[in-house]
């Protein structure tokens, strides 16, 4: 298990990959695998740039099994609120509880506050991306 509850209240910047200066969504699934010993690319995608963020995932397909149901540690994927694509991820904790980065500061959410803007569960396949 590892642990993150140190990183609630880290602050909300876009494209923020350090949690000294703050993180953004994909940031914290970045810091969550790297203290799980996994190197995660870096990605610096802007928000709005949602043809960017769809071309990430879809180069990055072959890399991350898609899970039937949660398990604590994977990545949740999103949808904002109007936008009908992937644009936003957190890691589940469990309980029916994940941890992202929005607004002003990462914070915990009930994955069912989200209902249909929940894109899937996925973690990344054994060997895909090197260890720490």
């Known amino acids: 298990m590892v642990n993150i509850d140190d990183l609630i209240g880290v602050p909300y910047v876009n494209g923020g990959r350090d949690c000294e200066t703050g993180l953004d969504c994909w940031g914290l699934v970045r810091e969550y695998y790297r203290r799980a010993g996994i190197k995660l690319p870096k990605h610096l995608i802007d ?11 879809d180069s990055n397909k072959h890399k991350w099994l898609e899970l039937e149901t949660p398990e604590v540690g994977c990545v949740v994927l ?9 644009s936003h991820c957190g890691i589940y904790v469990g309980y029916g509880e994940f941890m992202h980065a929005v607004q002003t500061a990462v914070q915990i959410d009930r994955v069912s506050r989200w209902g249909p803007r929940v894109i899937g569960y996925f973690k990344p396949k054994e060997g895909a991306y090197p260890h720490v």
């Open 78 to 86: 999103l949808r904002l609120i109007g936008n009908p694509l992937p």
């Open 47 to 57: 928000i709005k740039r949602v043809d960017a963020i769809m071309a990430e995932i």
